[in-house]
């Protein structure tokens, strides 16, 4: 990160198309969605929000489909899914999208500077160190695209095949490699990235994945490129009233492989590190949008810390959250953790240290249900 000088920006992107009435989902109608700029620098305890955007978002797919560049300059946001009318009239039915924009955040208010299409249904996106490529997993499309980032402006160069719907990519800290999410055959797949030429060339070869644990769909690398952590969402409707699991994944081992897994409670999905990268924080669901008749519902959902020291991972405590909790991220100095509470319509601000978490009782109201959540990429 650049420290906690001067303005540290915070993205929510907020759905109102979709939401849940006693476990039975219900699709509403598109036009209400909104992004949230907030500065996180000057008072980390309550970030301050700087602009709200009228900006199509979406909850499918894991809480990261939006990032910051680490200049601050411009910000990505992929809409998953598009929303049209069904053809019976009754409704709405959402289908896979291509549409990702680019928000100038220099701009006083920001504004949306393009509107790009990708490969389809665009998921989880990922910013490499240097603020000169992104990569987007795109879930429907089984493809990961590769954009170009130069002269404040950004462009789509290329589109690699993955064979396999990806949900979440993650730059390493050299950014030489990436790595992507495949939900549905319980791996990790590594990117090869080359951009000595005019043209980014990404590359994947499956036979060097990894296997993860069951239903990957999140992942985060730490600060110091060490590692990874993979969320291990166990079943493809996230909660199933059964216990999950974090893939650790050495990622300076040759070649990188999962070396541990940590236990956590059921239906992890967000997932976020520190930026001092010593803790990583875990939103999981527990059942807290499924019918209150599911032996496995609570009201509500709960985040897991975890210590980092090397390789070692390990549990640090838990911590009540709000209903359906999403999107994670970290303070800059990471003395603070923000939770977006999607059916409670807002942003929970939780205290770390090294005795764990604790509720600052602090809730910031936002325009809408948090579906992602993403801070300054480092």
Known sequence: MNGTRGPQ??????????????????????GNDSLCIFDAGADPAKPDLLATLALPNSLFGPPVNLAVTPDQRLGLVADSMAWPERADGAGWQPAPGRDLYVIDLAARPPTVKQKLEVGLQPSGLSINRAGTLALVANKAGRSV??????????????????????????????????????????????????????????????????????????????????????VDMGSPTASDGH????????????????????MVEDGPEGIAISPDGRHAAVAIVQGSNNPSSEWFHHPRGQIVLLRIDGMSVTRAGAIEAGALPEGLAFSPDSRYLYVGNFLDAEMQVLSVGDEGLADTGTRIALPGRPASMRAQSC
């Open 9 to 30: 920006l915070l993205l929510v992107g907020n759905d109102q198309k979709v939401t849940w009435d006693d476990g039975r989902i219900r699709f509403l109608a598109p």
């Open 145 to 230: 695209s590769v954009l170009r980032v130069a002269d404040g402006r950004v462009e789509v160069c290329g589109e690699v095949d993955m064979g396999t719907p990806v949900v979440a990519v993650s730059f390493a800290a050299d950014g030489r490699r990436a790595y992507a999410v495949k939900m549905d055959t319980h791996r990790l797949g590594v990117l090869r990235i080359d951009d000595s030429g005019d043209v980014p060339r990404v590359t994947h070869d499956p036979a060097e994945d990894l296997t993860t644990g069951l239903v990957p769909f999140n992942l985060a690398v730490s600060p110091d490129g060490a590692l990874a952590l993979v």
């Open 243 to 262: 216990a999950d699991s974090i893939s650790v994944v050495d990622l300076r081992a040759a070649p990188p492989r999962v070396v541990d897994r940590v």
